[in-house]
């Protein structure tokens, strides 16, 4: 599919990305640092709604929900031992004995956002129309409602704090480089095609033989499931999670990100996810020195308001830049199989 | 090939399809005509599973080898493993994605790249404009160019039936004659045909069989060239006198 000199454009970005994290790490203190970790979180957000929002075409809301699934199961799981009994009385023992590696926790924190998706898409993903953003809503509140009140796993209202700083750069960096990868493939591939075709025509798509339900859910899952992984790396990199974490602004700001970046382009994502959020850090000494909170909110709607009237297909569409497109042989063989 | 036999299907409360029974045999063209709400979409997507039906029974024979099967409560995507492709009404271009993506689509359930690619090259022989704009976004095609990228993309599926529905609507009269020269060259291919068509006479020129629908029973049926010649259908169909 791929052209040599392509696949050593792809491995160049990212030893450059690599390469500017290590110096990032040497020169910068740790406030930008954890700045940066976040512009990555937000990266791995965006891109992973737009696999559900911006390929397949479902108005899925819940991303806050899955995070806060997958944080809370990461936080728990990475939780130090000795302190587990007497912060998590709740625990069975088996769990309160376990104390794992940041890596492991972070999949598992992602499969239960995953598995949690799974529960609300099966029905919900059955109608046809908006009744899916609907019912995300309802996941954000239901997941809150939840956490609140597992005071014995959860601690309730007062979350869990002074988890482990387990997430740097490199854990970030790492899952930006997985979710970027994911969505590549899952774009030019068969799969990817057929939530394509279901965004496009619904009816057709089913003509084809495309299971509808069936790539519905698995749209939500994945996008789901990186979205538990990404909720994992902010816990621990704010070392506190509570149930008012992830809440529905989070989500509009994501939905933001992908309709600005374009519907399905994952590079659109990526930059808008980058620019939204150093954007909204960068307002923020402005906003401290002038006592006025909301400028860098207002400036982003400001941003969305100009590019729904003036570019509403978003920045790249659903097109990645041509230079990093696979099917540039001079066949017809087109974008086959992968 | 494929048998129903007194069908009756219901959408949502309405009774459009009141026992109609039909047969198509391997390597035949059939049509489907009739006027409007006689329940010509509603037998396409009945057999492609799209819609459940009420009582009767549909079964089919892929070919000589094999035992017929019954298509009651298969679902769509086992209709389309069995062969039988159904191009929607209306097209149901993917406007977003691009002419070879739209047509890779089409062999969505298929596993076997090289004889995908294979098939690739022979549609894009068949339709050299969708060779020609395979990078273009198919939204951008002109109405004739999408009607024939949806029947190529059918084609994707290695169908043993085809299920048309109305490819000539809001397309000039030479580039109907044009997408109807197509579907002969396709079915000379091997492939069976069954057409819905308001374009009557186009429809009964290239099908060998036609069946005229009214809400929802067969009227008439019999070899295209005595319904062509039928005096009710002449009047309500072909716009000929009495």
Known sequence: ?338 | MLKIEDLHVYRGRTYVLKGISMEIAQGEVVALIGANGAGKTTTLKTISGLLPMKQGSISYKPDRTVQSSSLAGTGVEDIVRLGICHCPEGRGIFAGLSTAENLMAGAYLRRDKAAIQEDYQRVCKLFPILGERRKQVAGSLSGGEQAMLAIARALMGRPKLLLLDEPSLGLAPLVVATIFEMLAEINQQGITILLVEQNAVMALELAHRAYVLETGTVALSGPSREIASDDRVRKAYLGGRT
Request: include cysteine; aromatic fraction near 10%.
């Open chain 1, 1 to 338: 599919m791929y052209t040599l000199s392509q696949r050593l454009v792809f491995i160049g970005l990212a030893l450059a990305g690599g390469l500017l994290i290590l110096l990032m790490r040497q020169f910068l203190n740790d406030y930008i640092l954890s700045i940066a970790g976040f512009v990555g979180i937000y990266v791995i957000l965006a891109v992973s709604l737009n696999i559900t929002n911006g390929f397949t075409g479902l108005f899925s809301l819940g991303h806050p929900a899955f995070m806060a699934i997958g944080g809370y199961t990461c936080a728990i799981l990475t939780f130090p031992v000795q302190r587990k009994g007497y912060f998590l009385s709740g625990l069975p023992d088996w769990l309160a004995g376990t104390e794992l590696s940041f890596f492991p926790a972070l999949l598992i924190g992602g499969l239960f956002a995953a598995l949690g998706s799974l529960l609300i898409g099966l029905p919900v993903l059955r109608l046809r129309g908006h009744y899916l953003a609907v019912a995300t809503l309802g996941v954000i509140i239901i997941v809150q409602v939840l956490i609140t009140n597992m005071g014995g796993i959860t601690r309730g209202p007062l979350g869990l704090n002074g988890l482990p700083t387990l997430t740097n750069l490199w854990w970030v960096y790492l899952w930006v480089l997985i979710t970027l990868y994911l969505g590549w493939k899952l774009k030019f591939s068969s799969f990817g095609r057929s939530m394509l075709a279901i965004r496009e025509d619904e009816m057709a798509a089913d003509c084809l033989g495309i299971n509808l339900l069936r790539t519905r859910v698995q749209a939500l899952m994945v996008g789901a499931f990186l979205a538990g992984v990404a909720g994992g790396l902010w816990a621990h990199l704010v070392t506190a999670i509570t149930p008012k974490s992830f809440s529905l602004i989070l989500a509009f700001t994501i939905v933001v990100m992908v309709v600005v970046g374009g519907s399905g382009s994952i590079t659109g994502s990526l930059l808008a996810a980058v620019i939204f959020s150093m954007l909204t850090e960068a307002f923020r000494p402005l906003e401290e020195s002038l006592n006025v909170y909301g400028i860098g909110e207002i400036v982003l709607s400001l941003i969305l308001i100009l590019i729904l009237i003036y570019r509403p297909i978003g920045l790249f569409g659903t097109s990645e830049p041509g230079w990093l497109s696979p099917g540039k042989r001079k066949s017809l063989s087109g974008t086959a199989g992968d």
